[in-house]
């Protein structure tokens, strides 16, 4: 056994910090945290200055024992944790769990190098208990949230729901967002574009700097430009620059990596995740923009040998937020000579932008040359503004260019054709196009983790698992919507005639967008209404503050609770007596003209409907489910009375064969129901409108696929021919056989067929590349995409420098204890 052993809390770092220390070091991971409050009860003692109880992780019980026997026989145990506070908790619950030492070492270090770690081991410290408070008061803070207003929220909303500090403002900023966009009210207004003909082809455009409010203001300026004469009145060249963005931050990074290539932030994260433990880039979770002056260096030295010394521009950027504290680098990479990393395309793709955003800090401003040309109109005093843009000297654009989460219109920075004062243009058309106003954007994931950092809310390791968290409580659903059509007018001046046209535009369409539920709306009410502290955005920010306050040695943990547990408790016990019909759950929206019934819209078990009549009534109600792009906070009487006249489903469309044609929806799609058989529809076929000849249809179609066409008889068994969910197939002795893309049911043959059911029995055959007898749940299988483990239903990763056949059954249960925990499940 080796003298040292050093603890990290990542199988992927511990390999690549074992590589740059020499035999006196063991390196063993601990998968994350090892400790935590246990799921059950609350855990903490209130009374005795909120005491945590903390227990081992069952499913690090395992782990700890190992890390116990090895740090025994070890001289010296070294804690190589992340370096912030998280990473500190980390240390400090090992060297609990394991019954160290409290003078054991502390390493920490923001890159994964081999100077990086050596340096490390030669100023080692302790740990930190200022940093581990405050996670410990942040944890603690969160339990006591959680476990006192969820079950207000079971009695007052619906059960099974919960709450959580930061994801409760998250929400709020998305609910609020909702409701701003429900209130705005559309304006249009009239924009004038013109564009002129000049030599050699080329088209000048030129826009009115303002927009008319009303068609006939358009218009009569459009009458006043007939027979107009325009000419260059004056010509002005201005030289601008661009400055590079600073070197990503946690959040800036999460926000580009949405807006350029498209990643959720907890996607971002793991990646970021993946290139640090393999030494590839510095930390990922910070709040700096600053980069060492060694990195500066090596930045440069970079830039000189791809671009030449004039594109060299080195600086020092000021962190924004003087709580920073996660790190004092911003996220770059180590060795900036290396332009491509990553074990996939979607690491690689993350890492260059990294590459890129680090370079381009260090780069020359771009240097610019903006001309504005105003063109006078002989009829009236209006100017037209074109306006054009040349870049002289691309400096830091030769890489990289920030991406904004604004909806812009198209650009206007052109470039002008050639342009001399006095010229007379040549009018090709000019319009008048109906424009609107627009309401803010919904969030994208980028966007709010924006809004979050730019409120002081969260902190960088809190916005992956913040947005996470609210999408999986189903009270935020990220998803595409269609737009809606509505109609312009638009007028045209062209040959000294006026025009008129309607025309047609799609908008408010959505990618990508984080929508609130009604779930989440009514959550979000009550919370504002009874809990005001727990989704105030300046409470919550001052509480980071506190945090930060802890951890710089300034304020104890406890009292920093106690101060906000003892008015939150206080709160807590007056809402019990609120009426639940005030939680905002349900709503009554009127009363149906027809029936002279009550349309309500209630928040159910199974998720929001609509309701006409009243269980106390002699006749059984009728429920509606809520369309998700409606919600019980904003939907009219008009709108619950539309979702009445649409016909519901199962619906009965006739008879066949004497028993009920019936139209359903399930799991996998709408289908029709006959004889207690089922049949998918297709994609075209509208499960609200579909009629009974073309039900019949689709179950005559399943019937002759089911049935098949005969090839011939092999080993003894017919072969038959069909068609699936999952396509065409041969069907022998009861098994099915997938065709390939080349065959077609038209014209395969006997032959054929049996060569595919030999080619799938053969492929079966060789399927194991490994199996144990001691322990048949774990296989060496061969895959389409390569050999795996499977261990029970769950399937591990080989590495690379390791055979599939030579494999032992302990090789593989150590490469299942070491393989990442599908999402959402334990090991």
């Not at 004092?328 to 180590?334: C, D, G, K, L, W």
């Not at 924006?450 to 935020?476: D, H, N």
């Not at 009375?641 to 009920?660: A, M």
Request: proline share 4%; glycine share 6%; hydrophobic share 35%.
């Amino acid at each position: 056994m080796s003298k040292n052993l050093v603890i990290v809390e990542s199988p992927a770092k511990a390999k690549t910090i074992e590589g740059y220390l020499g035999k006196d070091f063991t390196v063993r991971s601990s998968f994350g945290h090892v400790r935590d409050l246990p799921d059950k009860g609350m855990a903490i003692d209130i009374e005795n200055g909120f005491k945590p109880t903390y227990e081992v992780s069952p499913d690090k019980v395992k782990v700890v024992n190992e890390l116990k026997s090895i740090a025994k026989s070890s001289e010296e145990v070294w804690l190589a944790t992340d370096d912030d506070r998280e990473g500190e908790s980390i240390s400090w619950h090992l060297k609990e769990a394991l019954g160290l030492a409290d003078n054991t070492k502390r390493i920490v270090f923001r890159e994964i190098t081999k100077k990086a770690i050596q340096n490390a081991i030669q100023n080692p410290r302790t740990i930190d208990m200022d940093l581990v408070n405050a996670q410990q008061a942040r944890r603690l803070l969160d339990r006591l949230i959680g476990f006192e207003l969820s079950p207000v929220l079971w009695s007052k909303v619906k059960k099974g729901l919960s709450a959580g500090r930061v994801q409760s403002v998250a929400v709020r900023i998305i609910v609020e967002r909702e409701r701003e966009i429900e209130n705005f009210k559309t304006k249009s207004s009239f924009k004038i574009v013109a564009q002129f003909l000049l030599e050699g082809n080329k088209i000048l455009q030129a826009e009115l700097p303002k927009n008319f409010e009303t068609a006939g203001a358009a218009k009569e300026f459009l009458e006043k430009c007939l027979g107009a004469t325009f000419k260059i009145k004056s010509l002005e060249t201005k030289p601008a620059k661009k400055s590079p963005s600073p070197p990503f931050t946690t959040s800036t990074l999460q926000q580009e990596a949405s807006r350029k290539l498209g990643y959720s932030v907890a996607s971002t994260m793991m990646y970021a995740q993946k290139l640090y433990e393999a030494g590839k880039i510095s930390y990922m979770r910070t709040d700096s923009t600053s980069l060492s002056e060694e990195a500066i260096e090596k930045a440069k030295n970079a830039i000189t040998d791809q671009f030449g010394a004039q594109y060299v521009q080195t600086r020092q950027y000021k962190t924004k937020n003087e709580s920073a504290q996660e790190a004092h680098e911003a996220i770059r990479p180590t060795d900036f000579s290396v332009t491509s990393a990553g074990a996939d395309l979607r690491e690689k793709r993350l890492y260059e932008l990294i590459w890129k955003r680090s370079i381009a800090s260090q780069m020359a401003d771009a240097q610019l040359e903006r001309t504005t040309a105003t063109i006078g109109i002989s009829s009236t005093s209006e100017e037209l503004i074109a306006q054009g843009e040349v870049i002289k000297f691309d400096g830091f654009l030769a890489v990289y260019l920030e991406s904004s989460d604004e909806e812009e219109d198209e650009e206007n920075s052109k470039m002008l054709p050639p342009l001399n004062i006095g010229q007379i243009l040549n009018l090709d058309n000019m319009k008048a196009t109906e424009k609107f106003t627009r309401p803010s954007a919904r969030y994208t994931e980028a966007s709010l983790v924006k809004a979050l950092e730019e409120r002081g809310i969260g902190r960088p390791s809190t916005y992956a698992p913040t947005i996470s968290t609210i999408i999986k409580r189903e009270y935020v659903v990220k998803e595409d919507r269609p737009g809606k059509e509505r109609t312009f007018k638009e007028m045209v001046l062209k040959n000294e005639t006026i025009s008129e046209k309607e025309g047609k535009e799609t908008y408010g369409t959505e990618k990508g967008k984080l929508f609130p539920t009604s779930v989440g709306m009514v959550v979000n009410d009550f919370l504002v209404n009874n809990f005001s502290e727990v989704v105030d955005f300046k409470f919550t920010a001052e509480m980071e503050n506190e945090f930060d306050e802890i951890a710089h040695g300034k304020m104890g943990w406890s009292d920093m609770i106690d101060n906000f547990y003892q008015g939150f408790h206080k709160t807590i016990e007056e809402s019990k007596s609120a009426e639940r019909s005030s939680s905002g759950s349900t709503r009554e929206l009127g009363i149906d003209p027809n029936s002279g019934k009550t349309i309500s819209v209630r928040l159910g078990k199974y998720g929001p409907y609509v309701q006409l009549g009243d269980t106390k009534d002699e006749e059984k109600p009728i429920f509606v489910n809520l369309p998700k792009d409606k919600l019980i906070s904003s939907i009219t009487l008009e709108e619950a009375l539309e979702l009445f006249e649409k016909p519901r489903l199962p619906r009965e469309v006739g008879f066949f064969e004497d028993k009920p044609v019936i139209i359903g929806a399930g799991k996998l799609g709408p289908y029709v129901k006959h004889d207690d058989k089922y049949v998918s529809l297709e994609a075209t076929d509208d499960p609200f409108t579909i009629e009974e000849a073309r039900a019949i249809e689709l179950i005559q179609a399943k019937r002759l696929a089911d049935a098949g066409d005969a090839l011939g008889e092999f080993e003894g068994s017919s072969i038959t021919t069909g068609k699936g969910r999952f396509g065409p197939y041969v069907k022998h002795d009861g098994k099915y056989f997938s065709l390939a893309k080349t065959d077609s049911l038209t014209t395969i043959t006997l032959e054929r067929a049996i060569e595919i059911i030999q080619a799938k029995r053969n492929q079966e055959a060789n399927k194991y590349i490994k199996e144990f007898p001691e322990n048949e749940t774990i296989k060496v299988v061969n895959g389409v995409y390569g050999p795996y483990i499977q261990i029970g239903k769950r399937n591990v990763k080989i590495p690379k420098d390791m055979v599939a056949a030579d494999l032992t059954l302990e090789d593989c249960i150590r490469l299942g204890e070491e393989a990442p925990a599908p999402k959402g499940k334990k090991k």
